[in-house]
């Protein structure tokens, strides 16, 4: 049975940094894609970043420049380094692994920006 599991969720203030973690195990196939999406209270969950096996990147627009994703694969860990965090970053952060025929979420981790 595969699972994702977040850490590093908490309280940051404003300006702060601050970096999450997503470990899988269990029998998996190659994997793919690996990203960190997020849900703020009353919206949607939106895509935060990806990254491919090769390394290459994308992001949303509102963390481009402040948030860095990536990835050790011999250890099947994605990583998500947010810094200049922002009230509006308070958020469950959920990480999110692609193989050829699954995709697998983790539970979440809350992240809270403020003062």
């Known amino acids: 049975q595969v699972q994702l599991v977040e850490s590093g969720g908490g309280l940051v203030q404003p300006g702060g940094s601050h970096r999450l973690s997503c470990a899988a195990s269990?029998?998996?196939?190659?994997?793919?894609?690996m990203g960190w999406y997020r849900q703020a209270p009353g919206k949607q969950r939106e895509l935060i970043a990806t990254i491919t096996r090769g390394g290459s990147t994308n992001y949303a627009d509102s963390v481009k420049g402040r948030f860095t994703i990536s990835r050790d694969n011999a250890k099947r860990t994605v990583y998500l380094q947010m810094n200049t965090l922002k009230p509006e970053d308070t958020a469950v952060y959920y990480c999110n692994l692609g193989t050829v025929s699954m995709i697998y979420w983790g539970k979440g981790t809350l992240v809270t920006v403020s003062s």
């Open positions: 269990g029998t998996l196939s190659q994997i793919y894609s």
